[in-house]
């Protein structure tokens, strides 16, 4: 009986493990909450070539786009380097710069593509986020991948959530990065 | 006896254990098969500035490319807002859009990059796939990187096998996108 | 006592059971080492539109950037096909290919961002590896993200480790590629 007992565990023991196995290889559970979020605000100031505005611009159309492709700026490919700060106002201590580029992509309507890198340097985070995916901006809310981090975001993965926080017709927009990370080391 | 089997047991227990935390945290193991896969067509139509073809066009170079970099279109990059079709007809109702670039990069022969997002809004499925890598076009098959997801792919990773299914002069092509993931969520 | 000492392993079992659920689940830990590490050298010769360098030429700027924004070619974006081999010398046989593009987004001091995939073609091997995320060039070392793979390198994930090599002027520059996988199948 007591043999009976220790056989009836090992085989317990044995389906367990599997299980444990299979799981461990699939990544089929849904997680319930990020392990890290960071609410953060992207801001955009558009060089406009006729008045100059370099001091203040941070961010460059650098792209050859043809005009007759709609009202929507198709092709239209503005490279940036944008400041990042923890609440809406522009003139905040950035923590982060965002760096890359978006376009658009477009003949009916706004609408953007997004990959850029946000660069972490504030005395809460040193490392990056690599980020991309489409900002189809009639969408009150969209949602973007993050892709990689490096430093203290280590091989992270997760979404960014934007939402369209403010628009001054060409020259500046803010967007309200929600940033969930689900894989983190 | 009967204490030497259960030391016994403990002993193979802890390497069992041990072995599957290993597992767990290097994903070693080679997947058998996908978790989820999907065969689309993807139809671009290149904008033609001279014979206006704006009204068809889903796509258009916006670069300014150097003309002398031998005979293949180096350095020409193509935005594109691209329909996405579940059989090969150009004119069946897209199941998703193709939105993001691909550019030409070789002075020898055709050959191309891809970055962009599959953006779905069907009625099967609601969400996003990003992709990026390389389109080594004179190979018959060719593997891009799936990187993420969300919605209905939330956090998704994969690979996407293209494959040329037509060729129209630079005026259109349509490529098989074999979309293969492996981790779900 | 035979049989609480049974139970007792039967509770040690399960407590270890779960935590290895657990662990398979967050991917909490932090991995010690690489499971597959490369060291590799990057030669980017940039075109010159003066002095025809055409034969030699690896790589062309396609953007139309904006002058005034600062000194240090912001919006400048660069496509490529650049050899990649395992020492320091340019005319050693490449083992991959890097294809992609970089671009140029300080105002204030030369700053890139890169997008590119690694393409091997070797007798070790053969597959893909697709990067991206920001150069800090004033960095000794900076780290992108390695976001997926494909062939040899099958859903690959890592981080490359950018240091600058070696710059002679616009025309020339090489880096050296630490690659990082931290996640092999």
Redesign the interface.
């Known amino acids: 009986m ?1 043999k009976f ?2 056989y009836f ?2 085989l317990i ?1 044995i389906i ?2 599997t299980s ?2 299979l ?9 319930k909450k990020p ?1 890290k979020q960071l609410v953060l605000y992207y801001h955009d100031i558009l ?1 406009n ?1 006729t008045i ?1 505005n ?1 001091a203040n ?1 941070t961010s ?1 159309n ?5 005009n ?3 009202d929507y700026n ?4 503005v ?3 944008d400041p990042i700060t923890e609440d809406q106002n522009l003139v905040s201590t950035p923590v982060a710069r965002a ?3 978006y ?5 009916s309507k706004y ?1 953007a ?1 997004f ?3 946000l ?1 972490f340097n504030s005395s809460e985070y040193c ?2 986020l ?1 980020i ?3 900002d ?1 901006i009639d969408q009150k809310t969209r ?9 203290d975001f ?2 992270a ?3 960014v959530t934007f939402s369209t926080d403010a628009v001054e017709g060409l020259g500046y927009f803010r967007l309200k990065m929600d940033i969930k990370l ?4």
Chains 1, 2, 3 share one sequence.
Request: charged share 10%; aromatic share 16%; glycine share 12%.
């Open positions: 007591e007992s220790c565990k090992i023991f367990l493990i444990c196995f799981i461990a290889n699939s990544k089929t559970l849904k997680p392990c060089f070539v100059t370099s611009a460059a650098v792209s050859n786009p043809p007759v492709l709609g198709f092709g239209m490919l490279v940036f380097d760096q890359g580029f376009l658009y992509n477009m003949k609408n593509w990959a850029y890198t660069v490392g990056t690599n991309m995916g489409a189809i949602d973007l991948s993050i892709v990689g981090g490096t430093g280590f091989m993965r997760g979404v689900y894989e983190c080391y």
